[in-house]
């Protein structure tokens, strides 16, 4: 069994800033890539970053200069710390992890539940 659950989302003023944080825990072998995803009603999942187990980051255009993403390979857990929001990013934050479990031959592909963010004055 693995989970996912992230954490760190609410309400926030337009230019202001939040963290995120999702910990994987169970049954865990290895961890490859970790990302974070975002979801409006009515449009489909989309990416916003994504870091590799060697701390390779890869962002949407949309937060590249406003947001970072890490993470912490001993504690199974990736961050998302988010600068100067604009009510344009309101969503339903998910993160997301490629984890390989024990006795398994390769990762699959695991969601968290999911944190809303709301950027509103």
């Known amino acids: 069994q693995v989970q996912l659950v992230g954490s760190g989302g609410g309400l926030v003023q337009p230019g202001g800033s939040l963290r995120l944080s999702c910990i994987a825990s169970?049954?865990?072998?290895?961890?490859?890539?970790m990302g974070w995803y975002r979801q409006v009603p009515g449009l489909q999942r989309e990416l916003v970053a994504t870091?590799?187990?060697?701390?390779?980051?890869n962002y949407a255009d949309s937060v590249k200069g406003r947001w970072t993403i890490s993470r912490d390979n001993a504690k199974n857990t990736v961050y998302l710390q988010m600068n100067s929001l604009k009510p344009e990013d309101t969503a339903v934050y998910y993160c997301n992890a490629r984890i390989r479990r024990p006795l398994q031959l390769r990762s699959y592909e695991y969601w968290g539940q999911g944190t809303q963010v709301t950027v509103s004055s």
């Open positions: 169970g049954s865990i072998c290895s961890i490859n890539a």
């Open positions: 870091i590799t187990d060697g701390g390779s980051t």
